[in-house]
């Protein structure tokens, strides 16, 4: 029987794979991301947070094998399938056949690129925080294909599709989330 992981247990495992900072900064900014959208959405915002915090645990060291690994990295330790099947699932199209279908995968495969949009957002802003930043903000910087270009746009507007979110709701919603672990993700200004 799968054993469900607690928040330290998945922290501690990130940790363990990933020593780059702005990768754990982002885990952090994920898992903030998937804890406000699951409680949007009435479900277990522990279980979506940890989801959001180690879905791209084997990416400092397995670049190559992304998801693929995590998802071995994690069987081995009798995580859920579901929780496997989510993570797996945000890199649909670009190194994974698993496509989102459950609500908090559908939030992941959206939401992880914009993460990186926004946090890249906030960093050239003279506060470099998201607690003043608004949506329109974001949408400038999009436009802008030659900022944060590898950001992968086309995703993010495939999961705003699935979710039948507004691109600019979505950068709402996803900036009010990441407000709320600003100090932790170092945009608190």
């Known amino acids: 029987m799968a054993h469900t992981p607690t928040r ?17 900064r982002h885990g952090l900014a994920v898992e903030g991301v998937m804890r406000y959208f699951a409680q ?14 180690v879905h791209d645990l084997d990416y400092q060291q397995f670049p190559e094998q992304h998801c693929t690994k995590t998802a071995e990295i994690l069987r081995c330790r009798d995580w859920p399938d579901e929780y496997i099947r989510a993570i797996v699932s945000h890199g649909w199209g670009i190194c994974s056949d698993v496509q989102p279908q459950h609500t908090m995968e559908k939030v992941l ?8 949009l926004i946090t ?5 802003r003279p506060s470099r925080s998201v607690l003043d930043m608004e949506p329109k903000s974001v949408k400038k910087k999009w436009k802008d294909k030659t900022f944060a270009a590898g950001v992968r746009r086309d995703i993010i507007q495939q999961g705003a599709a699935m ?14 989330a990441m ?3 600003a100090e932790e ?3 608190k200004g």
């Open 8 to 24: 330290q247990e998945a922290f501690d495992l990130l940790k363990a794979y990933n020593s780059d900072e702005s990768l754990i």
């Open 109 to 116: 495969y959206a939401t992880d690129e914009l993460t990186g």
């Open 185 to 187: 993700i170092g945009l």
């Open 163 to 176: 979710l039948e979110m507004e691109l600019n709701d979505l950068f709402a919603q996803t900036i009010a």
């Open 40 to 53: 949007k959405y009435g479900h277990d915002q522990d279980k979506w947070g940890i989801i959001g915090l």
């Open 179 to 181: 407000r709320r672990v």
């Open 120 to 124: 890249a957002t906030a960093l050239v």
